[in-house]
């Protein structure tokens, strides 16, 4: 038996049919992940935590700047934190520059920490050895002039 050719316009709407909804699955996931990722998803937002570290680096880069601290540790060797902030431009209008934090400065930090326990998080705000407070929290769209 003979099947009857599908005319092209039929099967180029069958083609859309199954093309579209492939495209918008693939788009969705995609815009999940960035969401995620920019959401700070692993973060505990409903936790703050403040301690004394020693600055061991600063990294004012793109897309997320980086402060990594040591954190004496009663009766140990010191833990190190990876501390995540935002964007340069971002924290520039905060008052940090590059040079703002040195290795060897004596700081004190308020972070969100990690949901998982491990030794990092969103660094909130950062007290300076000269008593200077900067702010590293505050989304662009709260900053003014953006």
Do not use: C, Y
Not at 40 to 63: C, L, Q, W, Y
Not at 112 to 140: E, F
Request: charged fraction near 20%; charge should be positive; hydrophobic fraction near 40%.
């Amino acid at each position: 038996m003979l099947k009857r050719p599908v005319p092209a316009a039929k099967e180029g709407a069958l083609i859309f049919r199954a093309t579209v909804p492939a495209i918008a699955l693939t788009l969705s996931l995609a815009a999940t992940g960035a969401w995620a990722h920019h959401a700070f998803a692993n973060i505990d937002k409903d936790k703050t935590e403040t301690f004394a570290a020693t600055v061991r680096s600063f990294d004012m880069i793109n897309p997320h700047s980086w402060l990594q601290v040591t954190v004496p540790r009663p009766g140990g060797r010191p833990v190190e934190w990876s501390l995540e902030m935002g964007d340069p431009s971002q924290l520039t209008k905060e008052g940090w520059t590059r040079q703002v934090v040195r290795r060897g400065d004596k700081v004190t930090v308020t972070i969100h920490p990690m949901l998982d326990g491990s030794h990092g998080g969103q660094l909130m705000s950062i007290v300076l050895a000269n008593g200077r407070t900067l702010d590293a929290d505050k989304p662009a769209a709260a900053i003014p002039g953006r």
